[in-house]
């Protein structure tokens, strides 16, 4: 069997090329990395030093043209010359091929080298290489981020912060691509708020600068309170007014006033003695939150 009927050479040397599937992880793409690849090789043979030839013999001139490479014919009168058929125009025979390579002068083996990946390649990209006398594609696979979504070069990030950073402002760390960035989170702040950061994106392939990172905010709303943080929020709960429907253990008095279930039951109880405590409700709010943070 020809071990080379799977392969062919291209007219400047090069052997035919071959695709390379090569896995990369969203940061390695972004960033650059240096991936082993294995691959056929088309190589001399060991043999026969790449002559084709076994050993103790060499070509002999071609019997077919002897020797000139090329067959003359004369038909209708007309006069032609053509490449020889024998010896591919080379003007020599080789009666003794090699028994390694087939009289090819080569040989097929697999090799493995280390390759250059460029910051910014993304998935289903091909590169072309030239490794000795090979061609090679790499097809790139590229694995999803954990944090962020690509776009082009651009790439967008979900950044979560607490109740508190929105409604009083502050700072957070946004992870990027190449180093964290802190921003300013400006007081009452919404859910997908968004950012934009310039320039810190991902590195234009072949191109001068980078791509832009879009910030999107989210809003982490606790899911278990601590008795004292539940005490401040239905402290907060009970000054609001413009809340559409209700609030869950607040309760909305006749005079549109909002109370905790267990207060307004105890106001039913003793409503004899609400005048009495007209001018003290600020203060007993004021005392529910110093209760709330210092017991």
């Not at 981020?145 to 502050?170: C, M, P, W, Y």
């Not at 400006?186 to 934009?196: N, R």
């Amino acid at each position: 069997m020809d071990p080379f009927s799977g392969f062919a050479e291209t007219a400047d040397g090069f052997g035919a090329a071959e695709e390379v599937a090569v896995n990369l992880s969203f940061e390695e793409a972004t960033r650059g990395a240096v991936k082993n690849v294995t691959y056929n090789s088309i190589e001399n043979c060991f043999k026969c030093s790449g002559s084709g030839v076994e050993l103790g013999y060499k070509k002999v001139s071609c019997p077919y043209c002897n020797g000139t490479g090329v067959v003359s014919s004369n038909r209708g009168g007309f006069f032609f010359q053509s490449t020889c058929v024998r010896c591919r125009g080379s003007g020599s025979f080789n009666k003794n091929p090699c028994h390694d390579c087939e009289g090819h002068g080569t040989n097929v083996q697999r090799r493995t080298s280390s390759v250059n990946i460029p910051a910014g390649v993304s998935h289903g990209q091909r590169l072309r290489l030239n490794v000795g006398r090979n061609t090679l594609y790499l097809l790139l696979n590229v694995a999803d981020s954990l944090i962020h979504k690509r776009e082009g070069f651009n790439v967008h990030t979900d950044v979560t912060i607490s109740v508190a950073q929105a409604i009083l402002g502050g700072t957070v760390n946004v992870p990027g691509i190449y180093e964290d960035n802190i921003i300013k989170v400006q007081p009452g702040t919404s859910s997908h708020t968004d950012y934009m950061l310039r320039g810190k994106g991902i590195k234009r392939l072949d191109q001068a600068g980078s791509g832009d990172q879009y910030i999107h905010i989210k809003i982490q709303v606790p899911k278990q309170l601590t008795e004292r943080q539940r005490a401040l929020i239905q402290a907060w709960a009970e000054l609001e007014t413009n809340t559409r429907g209700t609030v869950n253990t607040i309760k909305k008095t006749v005079d549109g006033e909002k109370k905790t279930k267990t207060e307004a039951d105890e106001q039913a109880k003793t409503d004899d003695k609400a005048k009495e405590g007209e001018n003290n409700d600020g203060d007993s709010l004021l005392k529910k939150v110093k209760h709330a943070l210092f017991g």
